[in-house]
């Protein structure tokens, strides 16, 4: 598609894209619709332009509003790298390099373009005579399905197991993209029993995902940008206080996360009546801002005696009660004789 719409300056209609694509051709009759080809066509222009690739829309002049005679564009001059941006050998390499590490994940199309936008500039790595394979996966067991369901826009379901609730909860969604942050794999999705977008923790999905025969409106990735954003805000808004020893194992994972210097008087309320209001010059106090407080919690109860919650209230009554739990069951082990 991207190849048919560079080398037609005047750009080209839907009828004319699937009728001489190869991928598209084979299956387009032009006496019948083909509704599964027309959700291809619109779930390969959308992915094209999440690569950063411009398609232009043009309206036909004749019957504006028509979607038969519109055309679509890739203007060369745009889809090439500006004047003054110029990669060195070395450089050009590295990239290239990254770009096959990628070979699992919601980078997996993006890297397979970049792959080629670099053998277009020259660049011919052979992988075999590296004496290395790079390859980044993801170990969550739910993730190749989701990726498979992804990659071929169906629907699918699985059971969700919240903290806060006894039981899993069965959910049917439309899967848009892994995302990875704070260390831990979330899937946008978009809720079709709901109605709405939302976002899931692979580690509480508490059974095998079930992929269907059913295929979701590609209109619906529109949805990933405003579902990135949120998380972004959500992040920024919850924030927690921890105090860490310095040159620890908690330091040298949360450091690179906190968002602020926290200010002195921030040392506030429990904390300053038992350490007198102060840290020494042993510990570090970071604010971080978090996703999930009760995966922080487990994350913060990982990390023993090298990390002490301050704030918020919540998050330090949550590791207590998992630090406590933990020390119950080595207390019950240690009393069987």
Do not use: C
């Not at 899993?168 to 899967?175: G, Q």
């Amino acid at each position: 598609m991207v190849l048919a719409l560079v080398a037609s300056p005047q750009g080209l209609t839907k009828a004319e894209l699937l009728s001489s694509v190869y991928g598209y051709s084979q299956r387009y009759d032009r006496s019948s619709a083909d509704a599964s080809l027309e959700r291809q066509f619109e779930r390969d222009k959308t992915q094209v332009r999440q690569l950063g690739i411009p398609v232009e829309t043009i309206d036909s002049p004749l019957e504006s509003g028509n979607n038969q005679l519109t055309r679509y564009r890739i203007s060369k001059e745009r889809l090439q790298l500006p004047e003054h941006v110029r990669f060195g050998a070395d450089e050009l390499m590295l990239l290239k390099l990254a770009s096959l590490a990628w070979s699992d994940g919601s980078l997996s199309t993006e890297s397979r373009w970049a792959s080629m936008k670099l053998t277009s500039l020259g660049v011919n790595l052979d992988v075999r005579h590296l004496g290395i394979a790079p390859r980044l996966s993801i170990l969550e067991p739910a993730a190749p399905a989701l990726q498979l369901a992804i990659a071929e826009g169906r629907v699918v379901s699985f059971d969700y197991q919240l903290p806060t609730r006894p039981t899993a909860l069965t959910r049917r969604v439309a899967p848009l993209r892994l995302h990875r942050a704070e260390g831990r794999w979330h899937l946008i999705a978009y809720d079709l029993e709901r109605g709405g977008d939302r976002v899931f923790l692979l580690s509480r999905i508490a059974s095998e995902v079930s992929i269907e025969k059913t295929e979701f409106d590609p209109e619906l990735n529109t949805l990933i940008d405003a579902a990135l954003e949120r998380l972004l805000r959500l992040r920024d808004e919850q924030r927690a206080l921890v105090l860490v020893r310095r040159g620890s194992a908690a330091e040298a994972r949360l450091a690179s996360r906190a968002v602020a210097d926290p200010a002195p008087e921030k040392l506030t309320g429990r904390y300053q009546a038992d350490r007198d209001g102060a840290a020494s010059e042993h510990e570090v106090l970071l604010e971080i801002g978090t996703l999930d407080l009760h995966a922080f919690a487990a994350e913060i109860t990982g990390y023993g005696d090298e990390a002490l919650v301050l704030e918020p209230a919540a998050l330090r009554e949550d590791v207590a009660a998992r630090l406590a739990e933990i020390r119950a069951q080595h207390s019950d082990e240690g009393s069987v004789s």
